[in-house]
């Protein structure tokens, strides 16, 4: 429901704050006093293109609020799929500065267009007299039939599942290809793994290969080296050991005469016996260092099969060649139990259609129950606004193939909806062949179509606040007043706000407000106003007669209103 609209610098507006209320609200007012601007600036913050050309002052930027209370329209899932705080009370704020440059806000928080368009035709709804599309729209007439069948719980239940259908159906199309594609270069994989696995690599090899191969190379070097220390600790006259222990006998010799010379004697006999150890240690090493030119060649061998593989895959190391030899062992085996995989899946599949139709086949009984009470209820409602000679056919068909998922030729076609094209066929007058809507009735019988078919689904479902501009062109006399009770019995269910110049409809209403030019400063103003019991009275008599109503013309006004005390 809108509560309250805010308009900043729009057309003929500077500043205007307008409450709404419940039910019918009526707005009235001598054409050009800006009933039509009100509603170019609410279509703002449904997503319309803005133009500054029509900013009351040029130098300001425009700014339109609505403020909606939206619980009951189950609207929390737009919120979430859009990051948006969902508040029961909601604000759609439009910016537009001088420059054309424009700014959508939900709740404060910045939007694009898309999502501030699609928010609002979830809230509005402005009808007008040429308004024909949605009428005409197969999606809308599809909704009419299925608000009268009242099976929301089974359609979500089929919406749901039809989604997850499609998702596995799209699922088991890339399995196929992928599984096809698979195969044709399952040679290539196995022959690559084959030659990975053959060289049996380990993380660690090719750094200690690398690191044997350079001692192997240089074994002469480190020999004579090695044998060079040893014989400089060991071996020599004199060599460090045998001065060493020279060294520690006159230590030896003085050690009587100070503690302290004792304990430097004992700390060199630990140290000649350490050196021993690593002159032995020394001469092991170096005996043991030889030349061997075979392991020479076997590590070149083995390292030259390392090197090229990971070339061959550019890649550096063999941590990286084992990742890919456990990628293609990976590759190899879904090829080989793809199949199986497809398999399981088209059998999935072909039981989750089977449920698909069950649920279509039901929602089809239920609308095609629905559509004789639409056929009835809408004729009866359109003889009301003096549409007797009206025809009202709904076709009913399987969906055609085109644009919904078939499993065969012998199996229904589904789309998100079901199995049904429904179409609506109209006639406005006796004797003339039922067509497009939009083809065969003017404007005025069009809008008095669709108040007929809103009045019947706003017994069912919630609707969004619905906007009718002038739709009671070329209806007068008890047709207006027919007109004026249905759209009442239309707000009992949702608020209307009805654009209006028959007092007939405008008497109907819970709230009137009353658009005029505000002639009094060097600038002229829309303003709007709630009109109180007695200015009702008044304008609703102007309507009746002209700007000075008589006696009987206030009268007359107070009967529509049913105040006559």
């Not at 002469?220 to 040893?230: Q, T, V």
């Not at 630990?270 to 075979?294: G, V, W």
């Not at 359109?382 to 193939?401: C, D, F, R, V, Y």
């Not at 076609?413 to 003017?442: P, Q, R, Y």
């Amino acid at each position: 429901m809108l509560q309250k609209l805010t308009i900043n610098n729009y057309a003929l507006i500077d500043n205007l704050e307008i409450s709404f209320g419940k039910g019918l609200n009526i707005l009235t007012g001598e054409t050009g006093a800006g009933k039509s601007i009100i509603l170019g600036a609410l279509s703002l913050i449904l997503g319309q293109r803005a133009e500054s050309r029509y900013f009351f002052n040029q130098q300001k930027k425009c700014v339109i609020e609505g403020l909606f209370k939206i619980d009951g329209f189950h609207l929390k899932s737009f919120f979430e799929d859009n990051d948006l705080d969902y508040e029961t009370e909601t604000v759609l704020r439009r910016e537009i500065s001088a420059d054309g440059k424009s700014r959508a806000f939900v709740n404060d928080t910045p939007v694009n267009l898309t999502a501030l368009k699609q928010l609002g035709e979830k809230l509005i709804d402005i009808h007008s007299q040429h308004a024909t599309l949605e009428i005409n729209d197969p999606e809308f007439q599809l909704l009419v039939v299925d608000s009268v069948a009242k099976h929301d719980e089974l359609l979500n239940d089929y919406q749901s599942k039809f989604k997850a259908y499609r998702k596995s159906v799209t699922h088991l199309n890339d399995l196929i290809a992928d599984s096809e594609k698979a195969k044709t270069d399952l040679d290539y994989f196995q022959f690559q793994f084959d030659e990975l696995e053959k060289a049996a690599l380990h993380p660690d090899e090719q750094e200690l290969l690398e690191k044997e191969l350079y001692a192997l190379n240089n074994a002469e070097e480190i020999k004579r080296n090695l044998f060079g220390a040893y014989y400089l600790m060991q071996e020599g006259e004199a060599s460090a050991l045998v001065q060493l222990k020279e060294a520690g006998q006159q230590l030896g010799n003085l050690e009587k005469f100070d503690t302290q010379i004792e304990e430097l004697h004992q700390r060199l006999s630990s140290t000649i016996i350490e050196l021993k150890d690593i002159a032995a240690e020394i001469e092991i090493i170096e005996q043991r260092t030889q030349t061997n030119e075979a392991r020479v060649e076997e590590i070149n061998t083995r390292l030259s099969l390392i090197y090229n593989l990971q070339k061959k895959h550019r890649v550096n190391t063999n941590v990286e060649l084992l990742a890919i030899q456990d990628d293609l062992s990976d590759k190899i085996q879904k090829v080989l139990f793809s199949d199986e995989a497809v398999e399981q899946l088209q059998k999935q599949l072909t039981a989750d259609r089977t449920e698909l139709e069950k649920l279509a086949g039901q929602l089809t009984a239920n609308r095609l129950k629905a559509i004789p009470a639409i056929e009835k209820q809408v004729l009866a409602t359109l003889a009301e606004m003096g549409m007797s000679n009206s025809a009202l056919k709904i076709e009913h068909a399987p969906l055609p193939s085109k644009g919904g998922v078939s499993e065969s030729a012998n199996s229904p076609t589904l789309d998100k909806t079901g199995a049904d094209h429904i179409k609506f066929l109209f006639s406005a007058n006796k004797g003339h062949a039922l067509a497009e809507m939009s083809k065969v009735a003017s404007g005025g019988e069009l809008s008095r179509l669709m108040l007929s078919i809103k009045s019947l689904i706003a017994q069912y479902t919630a609707l969004p606040t619905i906007i009718f501009d002038e739709i009671d062109t070329g209806v007068s006399g008890e047709v207006a007043n027919k007109v004026g009770q249905i759209m009442e019995h239309l707000a009992d269910n949702l608020q209307v706000i009805t654009i209006t110049h028959l007092p007939q409809i405008a008497s109907k209403g819970q709230n009137h407000y009353f658009v005029y030019k505000d002639d009094s400063a060097a600038i002229t103003y829309t303003r709007i106003k709630q009109l109180d019991k007695q200015e009702r009275v008044l304008e609703i008599a102007k309507m009746l007669s002209g700007d000075k109503p008589g006696e009987s013309a206030l009268q007359n006004a107070r009967e529509l209103l049913g105040s006559l005390q």
